[in-house]
């Protein structure tokens, strides 16, 4: 099972931190990802780490805003998202790959959470 958490309501500028927690027998060897689904969009992807944490993936619009890691020892993965703007406003998930790697493409990866809700009005 995986929780995504920290959502929320910010003004542009703003930063806040989403957390995915999961299992560690779901996780523990696997990358995971964060995507992000705005109204009437598509879901895209954010973020992704692979199952050591040192390696990692952003997309264009998040890059050097946006800041991806993982604890093992909580069975965590954090996304920290700095000088949020408007156009970041969606709901974010976080989703566990089928794979070790931090893959991009949300069809390798199998489990998803919930989903958490960010707003950021301007």
């Known amino acids: 099972q995986l929780q995504a958490s920290g959502g929320g309501s910010v003004q542009a500028g703003a930063s806040l931190r989403l957390s995915c927690s999961a299992s560690r027998r779901t996780s523990s060897n696997n990358g995971v990802g964060w995507f992000r689904q705005a109204p009437g969009q598509e879901r895209v992807f954010v973020a992704a780490?692979?199952?050591?944490?040192?390696?990692?993936a952003y997309a264009d619009a998040v890059k050097d805003r946006f800041t991806i890691s993982r604890d093992y020892a909580a069975s965590t993965v954090y996304l920290q998202m700095n000088g949020l703007k408007s156009e970041d406003t969606a709901v974010y998930y976080c989703?566990?790959?089928?794979?070790?790697?931090?893959?991009?493409?949300?069809?390798?990866?199998?489990?998803w959470g919930q989903g958490t809700q960010v707003t950021v009005s301007s």
């Open positions: 780490i692979n199952w050591r944490g040192d390696s990692t």
């Open positions: 989703a566990v790959a089928r794979g070790s790697t931090a893959n991009t493409n949300s069809r390798f990866y199998n489990y």
